[in-house]
Each structure stands twice: as C-alpha cells, then as structure tokens.
C-alpha cells in the first residue's frame, strides 16, 4: 500500500487513501472514495509483456479432437483451432479436456495496460501470446487513455470492498 514511485505500478490509489484516511480520522470508506477526485488514483497499471487485449466477447469452445493413440493409455489432444493454424502443439492426458473459453473481437494493445473497476460486465484483459488473464482485470475496463472526468460505470462498491480487504489484510475488522 505504499505511494506510487518508480519501482510500483499504480494500482487503485484511491482504496489505499480511503484506508488511510479512516485509519487516521475514522471518515467512512464511501464518503473518501466519492470525494476523490482525482481520476487516475481509481485506475491500475501492469505492464503486459507481448502485448494484451480485452476481448469484446468470450465464448465457451469444446474443439478438441483426439489427434492420436500411442498405443498406451496416454492420448494426444489437440483444440481444431491449433490444427487448422498448422501447430503441432497437443495436451498429453487419458480424456477429453474441458471446454476453453476464446476471446473474440477487441483491439490489441501494446505492453502496458490501465484499467478501471466498472459495474458493467466485461471480460477480463488477456495476454496476447498466451491467453491467460491478466491478473486482477475480471470486471475490469482497459482505459489508455485517462478521460477528463469520472466515468459513469465507474464501479464504487468494488473499491469499497476492496479498501475493506485492505483494511482487513491489516488486521482492521470493520
């Protein structure tokens, strides 16, 4: 919970100042997060190496074709999506995989993400190369470019239980 600084990303300013301030002075949690401000302490930064994307939609694919018996036990699978793109990537195990959720639409982004909290539902900001979530961006809205003032989905209740988590990460129990 310490400042921002050139060895810490800036993440979610806001929940720490509202910890701090019901620490010193006892002022509610809702009452210093709707008198900040100050936009960009609401949002959190992380560098994205290879790039990442907020897909538009995410959909619950089950493509996956057994590509072939060893003779043993073991099988090799392989999502349709791998074999049509000409990898020869495959997942060694005895049954099926689950079903994967796939990303689609959005515009990808270079190295460094910014996002908000937001009451509407959005799917989570993805690596590029892997796919895999960036951590802490379900519910989350990708935001490059700071706006001049609040956004109106900014979602409070997410920073109050969150200041809340802090408080409690610090022994506080409210």
Same mark, same amino acid.
């Given at each position: ?40 302490? +609401?949002?959190?930064?992380?560098? $994205? ?7 538009? /939609? ?20 392989? /999502?349709?999506? #791998? ?9 060694? /195990?005895?049954? /099926? ?11 990808? +982004?270079?190295? $460094? ?42 979602? +409070?209740? #997410? ?16």
């Amino acid at each position: 919970y310490a400042p921002v600084g050139l060895q810490k990303n800036p993440t979610m300013e806001a929940c720490s100042d509202a910890a701090i301030a019901w620490l010193k002075t006892g002022r509610p949690i809702h009452e210093s997060l709707r008198a900040n401000t100050e936009w960009g302490a +609401f949002t959190a930064m992380r560098t $994205v190496n290879g790039g990442g994307v907020q897909h538009t /939609r995410v959909d619950l694919v089950d493509d996956w074709v057994l590509v072939k018996d060893l003779g043993t036990k073991d099988n090799e699978w392989a /999502r349709q999506a #791998w074999i049509d793109e000409g990898s020869d990537k495959v997942l060694r /195990r005895k049954s /099926r995989p689950h079903p994967v959720e796939v990303g689609t639409g959005g515009t990808p +982004f270079g190295r $460094v993400a910014r996002w908000y909290m937001t009451t509407e539902s959005m799917p989570a900001i993805t690596y590029v190369g892997s796919g895999k979530q960036v951590p802490k961006t379900e519910g989350a809205r990708l935001c490059l470019t700071l706006p001049e003032q609040m956004p109106p989905d900014l979602d +409070f209740d #997410w920073y109050i239980r969150e200041t809340v988590s802090m408080l409690a990460d610090m022994g506080v129990e409210l």
